[in-house]
Structures are given as C-alpha cells and as structure tokens.
C-alpha cells in the first residue's frame, strides 16, 4: 500500500506560507473559507515495484481556490514553481522525481451564484524508501 499518509503532510508544510493563499487544507477547505486558499489530495498513491525496494508513484492534485481568476492563477503559478525547483522532505523517503502531469482551470457557481475559479495542476511525486 501505497504511504501518502506521509505525503500529504510533507506537502502541507512544503506550500504553506509559500504563496499569497489564506490557507491549505488536504480535501475539502470548511465552508465559508476566505478566498484564495488551496486544497490537495492525493489522486492514486501507488507502489512501485521494480526493484526490492519500496518505491512510490503518487499523483496528487493540488488546486488553487478563489473567487477572482487572476489569484488563483498566480497561487497555483507559485506552488508550481515550488513544486518544481525545489526538493520535498518526506520522512523516510527521498525523493527522486516531481513533474507536473495536467493544467487544472474551471470555474463552478456556488448556491448563492458566485463564480468561484479552480487553477492548478496535477503533480506526480516518486519517492524511494531511505535506505540505512
């Protein structure tokens, strides 16, 4: 099975505070969240096994969320930025590849008739057990 229980931490902290987002949540941001916030979950954490060793190929979405498109655009431009040019710390795993697989852009109407935009992408993480 598949460890994005650890992942999804190690992305939390790896783009909080990094962009101009309110908030980060995994899944589903509480009703009534100021906008701009990002929300990521994990798409399909799996293992793979070519070698002996435990090694990960997880794709997570991670999107952001706001009520003008402009913002959601330059978080989901700054989390892409930090997603590509730097290294994310999982513990027990090293990390040995992050690419950017799908553009993410669609707005949705609220129940009250708010336009509200989703920009992002879609990451692939792979990650190799650290070994002693």
Not at 37 to 58: C, F, G, Q, W
Not at 69 to 95: K, Y
Request: charged letters at 25%.
């Amino acid at each position: 099975m598949a460890d994005s229980t650890k992942t999804g931490p190690a992305i939390y902290t790896w783009i909080n505070n990094v962009t101009d987002a309110t908030a980060v949540y995994e899944g589903i941001a509480p009703q009534g969240t100021e906008f701009p916030y990002i929300t990521y979950d994990a798409v399909s954490p799996a293992e793979l096994n070519l070698t002996k060793h435990r090694m990960l190929d997880e794709l997570w979405q991670i999107k952001a969320i706001s009520d003008v498109r402009a913002d959601a655009a330059l978080i989901a431009h700054q989390v892409e930025v930090r997603m590509i040019q730097s290294e994310m710390a999982v513990e027990g795993w090293e990390q040995y590849w992050i690419s950017r697989e799908t553009g993410i852009s669609y707005p949705e109407v609220d129940d009250d008739g708010q336009v509200i935009y989703h920009v992002g992408a879609t990451y692939r993480i792979r990650l190799a057990e650290q070994r002693s």
